[in-house]
């Protein structure tokens, strides 16, 4: 009796298991993943047009050219971690189009490279104490690098250092140079309306008046030794701020000097957070948006930042029935319910709280809430990456026991993690990484449809974004750069996305037959893409 009753709560929850899956998956098809394709560049070609909170102009206006030289400090500031260190840029070389690493590696060298955790007190406290932070880090790296140099250098830098800033996160900007902060979203409590490059200068001030104390450096970081005492700091001037989409975006089209049929069409991250880059006419966008360019009478296409997860951008997920209830669950009790429920299917930092909502309900459906380990039931108890890193790579036994060891059961006398609900984990975790896998192909898809660079037929078209190559009988390639933990790190997301991409250009219309996209990862895009904008400042300014 006690035997076949312990076994009866798993048939129960096993009985809901196929449903689920279904529910995350079964719209991961050829046909429906057109129709979302298609629905989604409408949906982009509309915002552009209508709304003021996507399609976001940029001041870049040009392109690296793979000549830039110089050296500049940059700063990448994620959702997760923040990162300083030194880029220089070599200029144009003699070398393979064809082999990225290498090129990544000749054209830029890196130094003095440093990478700190964004606690969440962090993330939670006043602008001023990030910033403060921010400031404390950057003055580490400055620090670092004067003691590599002899003692007699005095000013290496000259009066001051260009500074590059990719900022991961929605801002407003009118120059290269300036950027006012818009509703940032990914767990920050920071407001809107701030001038970023203000609120870095002043985090930094500090470190140009007061001598640097022997052992100081970035809160929460480990003190260094020191070769020197630095008396006094240069002044920094910022060069450039950009979106990390953009970042990445130039790092990759400066790192790669273009082939005559290849050219880097859109920026892509998939992290902590999700979002999108390209080119774009600004006849297509909101007629307010010209205003915020320096010259627009002089610019005909711009790079745009979409924050193409913010409210509206879901559209075509309700109509065609994509969202579950476990999705809603989400976004209703997420730090800004309805804000950005396109990033809560498909990015990082949500990705382990869709999996322990669907695990939770299925267990709870079958053998009561009784049962289940205490930190299971509490939000966000399953971090992405412990899906990535265990849960989608481990063996069996090493998934049970890292599951035994995290989330212990409610009595020692119970065996919670049975083969069957080890299974149940993974299997769940595999079907919402396919589908955020799927959903992001869809989007890329149709944001490129939506600029003219591919077609999706069954649709009325407009110009393109001016950078379409003719159909000369050469086969195009056209590369989204992307970056991100989510996108490197989860075993087979990108080779699902990559796959998915392909299938639906090729299937979309047969003027795509001379087009092929391919993602090619921008490493470390934020941080050197930084560093390729301060180095274009004359070319844009």
Not at 37 to 45: C, M, Q, V
Not at 319 to 334: P, V
Request: aromatic share 6%; hydrophobic share 40%; proline share 5%.
């Amino acid at each position: 009796m006690d035997v076949k009753s312990s076994k009866q709560p798993e048939q129960r929850h096993e009985f809901g298991v196929t449903e689920a899956l279904s529910a995350l998956t079964g719209f991961i098809n050829q046909s429906t993943l057109l129709d979302l394709a298609r629905r989604f560049s409408d949906t982009y070609r509309s915002l552009a047009k209508t709304s003021i909170e996507h399609f976001l102009v940029t001041p870049v206006t040009a392109l690296p050219s793979g000549k830039e030289k110089g050296r500049f400090l940059s700063i990448d500031v994620g959702g997760t971690n923040l990162r300083v260190g030194f880029i220089e840029l070599l200029g144009e070389l003699e070398i393979d189009a064809q082999d990225v690493p290498k090129n990544d590696v000749s054209k830029i060298r890196r130094s003095h490279d440093k990478s700190w955790p964004i606690e969440e007190h962090l993330k939670m406290d006043q602008a001023e104490d990030l910033f403060a932070w921010i400031g404390d880090c950057i003055a580490e790296v400055i620090e670092d690098a004067l003691n590599d140099l002899p003692a007699s250098v005095q000013t290496p830098f000259g009066d001051e250092l260009l500074l590059g800033i990719t900022f991961s996160f929605p801002m407003a900007q009118t120059c290269l140079s300036e950027a006012t902060l818009l509703p940032m979203g990914k767990g920050f409590a920071i407001t809107s309306d701030l001038n970023l490059g203000k609120m870095l200068l002043a985090g930094y001030s500090r470190h140009l008046i007061a001598p640097a104390v022997n052992g100081e450096g970035c809160h929460d970081a480990a003190p260094s030794n020191k070769k020197r005492r630095i008396s006094k700091l240069p002044r920094i001037r910022i060069a450039a701020i950009t979106n990390d989409t953009v970042a990445t975006f130039a790092s990759l089209a400066y790192a790669v000097k273009a082939a005559p049929h290849s050219r880097v069409a859109m920026g892509l991250i998939v992290g902590t957070g999700t979002n999108a880059t390209v080119p774009m006419r600004i006849s297509e966008l909101h007629p307010s948006k010209v205003k915020e360019l320096a010259n627009p009478e002089s610019v005909e296409t711009v790079v745009i930042n979409t924050e193409w997860t913010i409210r509206g951008t879901d559209v075509p997920l309700i109509e065609l029935g994509i969202k579950t209830a476990w999705d809603l669950e989400l976004d209703r009790n997420s730090e800004a319910p309805g804000f950005q429920p396109f990033e809560y299917m498909t990015a990082g930092r949500y990705l382990g709280e869709i999996v322990r909502l669907v695990f939770v309900d299925l267990i709870s459906k079958g053998s009561g809430d009784a049962q289940l380990p205490e930190l299971l039931k509490a939000k966000n108890a399953i971090p992405t990456r412990f899906l990535s890193e265990i849960v989608a790579r481990a063996d069996d036994q090493t998934v049970t026991t890292e599951l035994e060891s995290r989330y212990a059961p409610a009595s020692s006398a119970t065996t919670f993690w049975t083969p069957t609900r080890v299974k149940l984990i993974r299997d769940i975790a595999y079907a919402v990484q396919q589908r955020s896998s799927a959903l992001i192909a869809a989007a890329c898809v149709g944001l490129l449809d939506c600029v003219n660079d591919i077609r999706l037929d069954g649709e009325e078209h407009i110009k393109g974004n001016g950078n379409s190559a003719p159909d000369n009988g050469e086969m195009e390639e056209l590369v989204i750069a992307y970056a991100g933990g989510t996108i490197s790190q989860y075993p087979q997301w990108l080779t699902t996305c990559q796959r998915w991409v392909c299938t639906l250009v090729a299937e979309g219309s047969p003027e795509n037959r001379s087009k092929r996209v391919v993602l090619k990862e921008a490493l470390d895009g934020g941080i050197i893409g930084a560093g390729v904008l301060a180095g274009m400042i004359d070319d844009i300014a």
